[in-house]
């Protein structure tokens, strides 16, 4: 039985591993504007907890918690430069809009 249990926390500790790999590529993904900031943070939120719900030790989940904040850093930051791209393209139109007005008048 000890046998298995020590398995058990080896595969844990395994999916763990590869699990903070996946989501530092995809803070890497956000970061570099390839994935949009909502699809993001529900990917992360699935993610989180799935592992959650594993039996991990403090330390994987202690891993798992720092990656899953810096990821989260990345998120809050591409939100914010996506809206600021969308009020620049909203002030883009709206001078378009003010010069057509201006021509007309």
């Known amino acids: 039985m000890p046998n298995n249990l020590s398995s058990i926390e080896e595969q844990t500790s395994e999916l763990v591993e590869a699990t903070v790999k996946l989501l530092w590529a995809h803070r890497d ?8 900031s909502d699809s993001a943070r529900v990917y992360l939120a ?7 719900a594993l039996p991990a ?4 989940l202690a891993r798992l ?31 378009k809009i003010d010069s057509r007005v201006q021509v007309n008048a």
Do not use: F, P
């Open 29 to 36: 993904d956000v970061a570099n504007g390839k994935v949009a």
């Open 46 to 52: 699935l993610v989180k907890g799935a592992c959650e």
């Open 57 to 60: 030790s403090e330390k994987d």
């Open 65 to 95: 918690s720092a990656v899953c904040e810096a990821t989260n850093v990345a998120i809050t930051a591409a939100a914010d430069r996506e809206e600021q791209g969308k009020l620049g393209l909203a002030r883009q139109g709206l001078a």
